[in-house]
């Protein structure tokens, strides 16, 4: 089955810095990875996914890399605020069946 | 739009027992995972439905797992007998294309 690793598990940025986190997954038929976000005690919540036939992808502070070939995608935080502190996860999936997550991020914004 | 409805929210129950937990999704939604979220870890695919089928089982502990979906929306997910490894957060999720929107889960405690 799929197997996704994904680095750091934890991260602590300045506020204003940006935050970058690696996920690599082993099955070339997985086409759709998504990106989610965990506060303590709550649901995940879906902050930006990318498809396999698309590179990059942005949304405002937030954007995705996928590389197909390394079989690696990386999640991109911009001006990093306090309230970005979570736990993060990547996934991957083949076209929305067998979700695979990763162990999880968790990043802490200082002010 | 109404999310995905989970009950109870939490659950104390002592090992051997059983206990089972519902889900209600997203209204037009045909796709029902439910995932195990030990704590410190990512979500880890129990079962997937399509409708009222079952698509993916194969991380299912079907020795003392259950799950149905009978009309091809609710969906039902029973321990029996638990154990003590099974304290985690039992969280279910919807989805119409491959976006899934999780619910707030429960929380299971065995002692």
């Known amino acids: 089955g799929e197997n996704v690793e994904q680095h750091p598990s934890t991260l602590s940025v300045q506020e204003g810095d940006s935050a970058v986190i690696k996920c690599t997954y082993s099955?070339?038929?997985?086409?759709?990875f998504p990106w989610y976000k965990q506060e303590l005690g709550k649901r995940p919540q879906l902050i930006i996914d990318?498809?396999?036939?698309?590179g990059e992808k942005k949304d405002q502070r937030i954007a995705v890399t996928l590389n197909k070939t390394a079989k690696h995608f990386s999640l991109h935080i911009t001006e990093t605020q306090p309230e970005d502190s979570a736990v993060y996860f990547c996934?991957?999936?083949?076209?929305?069946?067998?979700?695979?997550f990763g162990t999880g991020t968790s990043l802490t914004v200082i002010p | 739009e109404a999310g995905v409805a989970q009950s109870p929210r939490y659950k104390i129950i002592e090992k051997r027992q059983s206990v089972a937990f519902w889900c209600n999704p997203i209204?037009?939604?045909?796709?029902l995972y439910w995932y195990q979220q030990i704590l410190g870890q990512g979500p880890k695919l129990l079962i997937q439905?399509?409708?009222?089928?079952?698509?993916?089982d194969s991380q299912l502990p079907k020795d003392r797992f259950s799950a149905e979906r009978l009309k091809g929306v609710d969906s039902t997910l029973k321990i029996q007998p638990a154990k003590l490894e099974d304290s985690a957060v039992y969280l279910c999720?919807?989805?119409?294309?491959?976006?899934?929107?999780f619910g707030p889960g429960t929380r299971l405690t065995v002692t």
């Open positions: 439905f399509q409708n009222n089928g079952v698509v993916d």
């Open positions: 990318i498809r396999s036939n698309v």
């Open positions: 209204s037009g939604h045909a796709t």
């Open positions: 999720a919807s989805s119409l294309a491959a976006e899934q929107y």
């Open positions: 996934a991957a999936s083949r076209a929305g069946n067998q979700f695979y």
């Open positions: 099955d070339s038929a997985s086409n759709y």
